[in-house]
Nanobody, 123 residues
Framework: QVQLVESGGGLVQAGGSLKLSCILS????????MGWFRQPPGAVRELVVA????????SYADSVRGRSTVSRDKDKNTVSLQISGLRSEDTAVYYC????????????????WGQGTRVTVSP
């Protein structure tokens, strides 16, 4: 019974930064590829970034590449996402997800999902 819980969402001004965190329980953290996805209001879910099981390989979406950083802490069973230079289009519910296989950017390959944390970027 793997569980993922996100935190860190909230209201942020455009141009600012925020850091989201996700903690995994009920499984062995190091065996999971981790991913962050987001779903803007009225839009479909999309990849933000995926990070490999060893934390070395990362795949960022074009929309956040260069202003985002993903990391994982094996001692805390957490994965974090930092986004800088926030824009209105970053407004979305952000989801943490875990995959039992190797690095993947496809949502269908992620078996476990958190409840989501809402990020709202104000002008």
């Amino acid at each position: 019974q793997v569980q993922l819980v996100e935190s860190g969402g909230g209201l942020v001004q455009a141009g600012g930064s925020l850091k989201l965190s996700c903690i995994l329980s009920g499984g062995t953290f190091s065996t999971y590829t981790m991913g962050w996805f987001r779903q803007p209001p009225g839009a479909v879910r999309e990849l933000v970034v995926a990070i490999s099981r060893n934390g070395i390989y990362k795949s960022y979406a074009d929309s956040v590449r260069g202003r985002s950083t993903v990391s994982r802490d094996k001692d805390k069973n957490t994965v974090s996402l930092q986004i800088s230079g926030l824009r209105s289009e970053d407004t979305a519910v952000y989801y943490c997800a875990a995959s039992e296989g190797p690095l993947t950017t496809k949502a269908e390959n992620y078996a476990y999902w958190g409840q989501g944390t809402r990020v709202t970027v104000s002008p």
